[in-house]
């Protein structure tokens, strides 16, 4: 991490878990532990539990993000929700183009896109998630399936709000599987990025933007990757739901 030119972030993905009481109990239980962290703190979760993790972090260092949000702002599209929407709750932060959205959701290069032009346009701070497939990396192809998806995902995006992304690299063999990439391939997938961001942009917005690892970064492994140049902190899976496990990675991010 470089603390001194950009944000260091860890972001609870809880993806489809916990109730609203289970979230009030655990954000209380996650507080003490970020109080002191010299880190950001997210906690982003289902649709159901933002205005309950909105009302609990009140007073605190700690921010909230969706899951998700469309690229309108209304019409007939069930089941989806709007920049607005979440703007009127208090969320601050937005994933976009996780994998499992990707795999499961039908995502695409271009809705990623898409709903990151909407996310910067509604003052929403999105975290684009980028990363390639076992069989991508098996034959090689890791550094053109990240360079594109980098380069659709900012297509159309001004420096200034380029800026203000936040990126999460997520090998998507290492989500949900126990597999973690080394910090060593960690470095290598985040700094490609960040030289893509350089092509883009330039060296100052490049090295200005927020680069995670979300690839079942844990409690024991955190201090390791963290401590590399361009991993700036972490989009954490399961372990964002053992409040002492995610103040360990919190913890990590702060030294």
């Given amino acids: 991490m470089k603390k001194d030119i950009r944000k260091a972030i860890i972001a609870g993905n809880w993806k489809m878990n916990k109730t609203r009481s289970e979230a009030k109990a655990l954000i209380d239980e996650i507080i003490p532990l970020s109080q002191n962290a010299d880190c950001q703190t997210v906690v982003c979760v289902p649709y159901t539990n933002l205005e309950t993790a909105v009302q609990a972090v009140k007073g605190t260092n700690i921010k909230v993000g969706a899951q998700n949000v469309h690229f309108e702002e209304n019409g007939a599209f069930t089941g989806e929700i709007s920049v607005s929407m979440l703007k009127e709750i208090g969320v601050s932060y937005v994933i976009i183009g996780h994998s499992e ?13 898409k709903r990151t032009k909407t996310a910067l346009a509604g003052g929403l701070i999105p975290i684009v998630c980028v990363g390639e497939l076992l069989w991508e990396r098996e034959t090689g192809i890791t550094e053109e399936v990240v360079s594109r998806q980098i ?3 900012f297509f159309g995006i001004s420096a200034a709000d ?5 990126i999460a690299y997520e090998p998507v063999w290492a989500i949900g599987t126990g597999k973690t990439a080394t910090s060593e391939q960690a470095q290598e997938a985040c700094k490609l990025i960040r030289d893509r961001l350089c092509t883009l942009y330039g060296k100052d917005i490049a090295d200005s933007i927020t680069i995670q690892y979300g ?4 409690a024991a492994n955190a201090a390791e990757l963290v401590a590399k140049e361009d991993v700036d902190g ?3 899976g399961g372990a964002s739901l053992k409040a002492t496990d995610f103040g360990e990675i919190i913890k990590a991010a702060s030294v």
């Fill in 101 to 113: 959205r990707r795999q499961y959701f039908g995502e695409t290069d271009e809705t990623v896109n």
């Fill in 151 to 153: 380069k659709l995902a």
């Fill in 162 to 166: 380029a800026a203000k992304v936040v």
């Fill in 215 to 218: 690839g079942s970064m844990n």
């Fill in 234 to 236: 972490g989009l954490i």
